[in-house]
């Protein structure tokens, strides 16, 4: 039987300040701009823009 995933709210808030801690230490060493890592952090980061399509309008006609 394979092991059942679990996942840990406490590991995941480690995870999510070693990554803040290691963003600002990058800042402070001009390895990269705020903009880079505000732009690589983005909730859209993960999307591949090339992939991406706008979807029609629709509208919606409300007679009195």
């Known amino acids: 039987m ?3 995933a679990s996942y840990s709210v ?3 808030r480690r995870e ?3 990554s803040r801690q290691s ?3 990058r800042i402070a060493q001009g390895l990269v701009a705020p903009a880079d890592v505000r732009d690589h952090n983005g909730f ?3 999307l591949d823009p090339s992939r991406a399509r ?3 309008r629709r ?3 409300l007679d009195a």
């Open 2 to 4: 394979p092991p059942v």
């Open 10 to 12: 406490a590991e995941r």
């Open 16 to 18: 999510k300040e070693r």
């Open 23 to 25: 963003d600002l230490l």
């Open 44 to 46: 859209f980061s993960a």
């Open 54 to 56: 706008l979807g029609g």
């Open 59 to 61: 509208r919606i006609r």
